[in-house]
Nanobody, 115 residues
Framework: QVQLVESGGGLVQPGGSLRLSCTAS????????MGWYRQAPGKQRELVAR???????NYVDSVKGRFTISRDNAKNTVYLQMNSLKPEDTAAYYC?????????WGQGTQVTASS
């Protein structure tokens, strides 16, 4: 059974940092471009960062300079380092391939930036 399990979310004050992890099991994702997506209440899910199998990264403008995506192929894990968090970063965060594979969405991890 293929699973993508996200972790590392939490409640932080604006300006704070969090590091999210996404660990895959049941399938090797090393050859795939992987991405972190987020969905805020009442909004569509959006792709915020992606990393190719070769390590090339891309970010949505709203997180450039604050978020860093990385991967450890030996551990089948993708990370998202989030610094200088803003209230508008509050959302449930998910990982998946880019484009996303239907049925591989995990439970997500909630990030809340609030004072």
């Amino acid at each position: 059974q293929v699973q993508l399990v996200e972790s590392g979310g939490g409640l932080v004050q604006p300006g704070g940092s969090l590091r999210l992890s996404c660990t895959a099991s049941g399938r090797n994702f090393n050859a795939y471009t992987m991405g972190w997506y987020r969905q805020a209440p009442g909004k569509q899910r959006e792709l915020v960062a992606r990393i190719s199998s070769g390590g090339t990264t891309n970010y949505v403008d709203s997180v450039k300079g604050r978020f860093t995506i990385s991967r450890d192929n030996a551990k089948n894990t993708v990370y998202l380092q989030m610094n200088s968090l803003k209230p508008e970063d509050t959302a449930a965060y998910y990982c998946n391939t880019v484009p996303p594979l239907t049925g591989y969405w995990g439970q997500g991890t909630q990030v809340t930036a609030s004072s």
